[in-house]
């Protein structure tokens, strides 16, 4: 058996998964994948205000605009934390965790503007926080 260093082995001496480690450099990429692709949503609603048509009478009712500074800030949020998971830092994992959730929730008050695109990013933001609140403590670096 080799040697391994300190800064592979988990806290119980044991040699990190290498299915949490995939698990977690795979949520690490979606959020920088979905941090981004929320950002150009972003742009799009700030760019042609006319370009997300609402349904009537939902109970959350945000002008295109607001809705295009929330999904920028968002996602750039998001895809930071997403290099910060992806760098094994624990603050960036917890982070990662919480902006998954507010993301979820934005998403799914977004449904009545883009029903799609909103249910895609609620699934990838699920994903991510299962993969990182599942796996990501058997990563230690």
Do not use: C
């Not at 040697?3 to 990429?29: H, I, K, L, M, Y």
């Not at 029903?115 to 993969?131: E, G, K, R, S």
């Amino acid at each position: 058996m080799t040697e391994q260093t300190t800064s592979q082995q988990r806290s119980d001496g044991e040699p990190p998964n290498s299915w949490a480690v995939g698990f977690t450099a795979f949520a690490g990429v979606m959020m920088i994948m979905a941090g981004g692709f929320q950002t150009f949503a972003g742009i799009a609603a700030l760019a042609k205000d006319e370009f997300y048509v609402a349904t009537p009478n939902y109970i959350l009712e945000f002008d295109a605009t607001e809705w295009g500074w929330i999904h920028l800030l968002l996602g750039l949020l998001v895809l930071f934390a997403g290099f910060a998971v992806l760098s094994g830092q624990m603050w960036g994992r917890v982070v990662a965790i919480i902006l998954a959730v507010l993301s979820a929730l934005a998403n799914f008050a977004f449904i009545p503007y883009y029903p799609f695109w909103a249910i895609t990013v609620i699934a990838l933001d699920v994903f991510i926080i299962w993969a990182l609140s599942a796996h990501g403590r058997d990563i230690v670096r």
